[in-house]
């Protein structure tokens, strides 16, 4: 009897073994899927105001357009995609075209250098403003650039990391932009000064 003992022991105790290992297995999956699905911003979820100044030194509000579908565009000047989906953007929002009267476009660069900007921004028809505070990459959780992020009524209703094309611009950003505006809206007024 006390010889077998050890061995039932030492049975059930690689029986754990074997369990514990598939759970641990089955946890780093599930967490592997839950931080794959929370990367970038997700449709759904309320999105922050924030004030900034463009370029040219006007007062807007990240996050809280005035009663307009707002498309938010993040880049960075030294990004040769971001510089590509900027010339579509410019494309899409020009002033002949009719998705300007369907949005308020905004360009947002990352970083310090006004200069850096000001080149980019020459003739393009988004309005550019800088966001130098870095903190703020993680709260808009801006993991790929360039980032475009369509918001309607302060909820993401679009999120896109990488680089902008034509044909995804025409075939699924405009029509949406369309069904926006023929929806239902409020006044428009939004206080972002108390941000």
Same mark, same amino acid.
């Given at each position: #009897?006390?010889?077998?003992?050890?061995?039932?022991?030492?049975?059930?105790? +690689?029986?754990?073994?074997?369990?514990?290992?598939? @759970?641990?297995?089955?946890?780093?999956?599930?967490?592997?899927?839950?931080?794959?699905?929370?990367?970038?911003?997700? *449709?759904?979820?309320?999105?922050?105001?924030? *004030?900034?100044? =463009?370029?040219? %030194?006007?007062? &807007? !509000?990240?996050?809280?357009?005035? %009663?307009? *579908?707002?498309?938010?565009?993040?880049?960075?000047? %030294? !990004?040769?995609?971001?510089?590509?989906?900027?010339?579509?953007?410019? @494309?899409?929002?020009?002033?002949?075209?009719?998705?300007?009267?369907? $949005? $308020?476009?905004? %360009?947002?660069?990352?970083? =310090?250098?006004?200069?850096?900007?000001?080149?980019?921004? @020459?003739?393009? +028809? *988004? @309005?550019?403003?800088?966001?130098?505070? =870095?903190?703020?990459?993680?709260?808009?959780?801006?993991?790929?650039?360039?980032? #475009?992020?369509?918001?309607?009524?302060?909820?993401? &209703?679009? +999120? &896109?990391?990488?680089?902008?094309?034509?044909?995804?611009?025409?075939?699924?950003?405009?029509?949406?932009?369309? =069904?926006?505006?023929?929806?239902?809206?409020?006044?428009?007024?939004?206080? !972002?000064?108390?941000?």
């Amino acid at each position: #009897m006390k010889t077998k003992l050890p061995a039932v022991l030492l049975a059930l105790s +690689a029986v754990a073994m074997v369990a514990l290992t598939l @759970e641990a297995k089955s946890l780093r999956t599930s967490y592997s899927a839950l931080v794959s699905t929370s990367d970038g911003p997700l *449709p759904g979820r309320w999105y922050p105001m924030v *004030p900034v100044q =463009t370029l040219g %030194g006007e007062a &807007r !509000c990240i996050g809280a357009p005035e %009663g307009v *579908p707002q498309v938010l565009y993040f880049f960075h000047a %030294g !990004c040769e995609e971001c510089a590509g989906s900027l010339q579509v953007m410019e @494309e899409t929002f020009g002033a002949t075209s009719a998705a300007s009267q369907l $949005a $308020a476009p905004l %360009g947002i660069g990352l970083g =310090t250098d006004s200069s850096t900007f000001r080149g980019l921004s @020459e003739g393009v +028809a *988004p @309005e550019i403003a800088i966001l130098a505070d =870095t903190r703020w990459r993680g709260v808009f959780r801006l993991d790929t650039l360039p980032q #475009m992020i369509l918001i309607d009524r302060g909820r993401i &209703r679009v +999120a &896109r990391g990488g680089a902008l094309n034509e044909i995804m611009v025409r075939d699924s950003l405009v029509p949406l932009l369309e =069904t926006l505006a023929g929806e239902e809206r409020g006044d428009g007024i939004f206080d !972002c000064s108390a941000w």
